[in-house]
Every structure is written in C-alpha cells, then in structure tokens.
C-alpha cells in the first residue's frame, strides 16, 4: 500500500518537533539533529521535517512511498503517463535512509518523488540544486533530490 510524502523545511527543529508530537499525537520515528520523521498510520503519511542553511522553507517537495518493487514500477509509469521530464536517480541515500526514487515536477513546478525505502543510514545524504528541475516557484534546494541532467532543464523550461 503506497504512503503519501511530505518533508517540509523548518526553522526550529525542536519547536516543530514539538508541535507535530502535539498535532499527530505521537512521537516522530525517526530523530536526528537536523531531521524528525513520523511514519503515520492515520492518515498514512510519511511526514519529514529538517532543517537545512538556506533550505526554503516549509512544503518542500511531496511524494509517493512504496512498501515494493511492483508498486515501484506502477508509480514509475504513472510518473511517465504525467508527461513531464522523469530523473531517474535510482539507487541513493536521502534523509537518513537508502532508497530507489525518481522524481518529476508538475508544471507549476511543485517537485514529487517516487520511492522505494530499502535500509537505514548513518549520514544524511547529499542536497543537490533542483534549479534545473522546478520553476521559479518551487523548491529549490529540497533536501534530496538529484541534479537535473542538461536536456531536462530544457525541457522544464528552466529554472528563473
């Protein structure tokens, strides 16, 4: 059964940590020093925070979690039924986890991730520029996702 994605950008992490406790009446799952996580059942989301030097804040990019690799391979067609540019970034290591995603922007540019949790990991992961990928009303620089290759950017129309 696929869980919806939600990371949002945060300024304090203990105050929002704090607050989503409050609102999802929960402790989050996953606690680092710059990253919380709540893995919850109802709704069935995986809600992320962080917190990163320069990173936009709040909503940061949304997605679609797989429990496998079949409901991998339908969200992955589902993204190219979409119609936009697809990154595959395949196999990677993004907020504390290793995962197989890819990626897309709808056209107002709000980012979406295709994934696929495989293990835990010890680092966080790297923040590549998502310029190339989202429009100038998106998120750039969202916690995790790959660097748009050259013809995708062309054919996203840019970033402003």
């Not at 996580?37 to 925070?49: E, G, T």
Request: glycine residues 10%.
């Amino acid at each position: 059964m696929k869980r919806f994605h939600v990371h949002v950008g945060v300024a304090d992490l203990d105050q929002s940590i704090a607050f989503y406790n409050g609102l999802f009446g929960q402790q989050p799952s996953v606690t680092k020093p710059d990253y919380a996580k709540w893995m919850l059942d109802d709704p069935r989301v995986n809600f992320a925070i962080s917190v990163k030097e320069g990173a936009t804040k709040g909503i940061e990019h949304l997605g679609l979690q797989v429990e496998d690799q079949g409901e991998l391979a339908q969200v992955y067609a589902a993204l190219e039924a979409a119609g936009r540019p697809v990154l595959e970034e395949g196999a990677t290591t993004c907020c504390y986890a290793k995962t197989e995603k890819s990626w897309i922007a709808d056209p107002d540019g709000v980012v979406w991730e295709a994934f696929l949790t495989t293990g835990d990991s010890t680092v966080y992961g790297a923040a590549p520029e998502l310029e190339q990928l989202v429009s100038a009303n998106a998120a750039a620089g969202s916690c995790c996702a790959p660097a748009a290759a050259p013809q995708a950017a062309a054919a996203t129309g840019g970033c402003c």
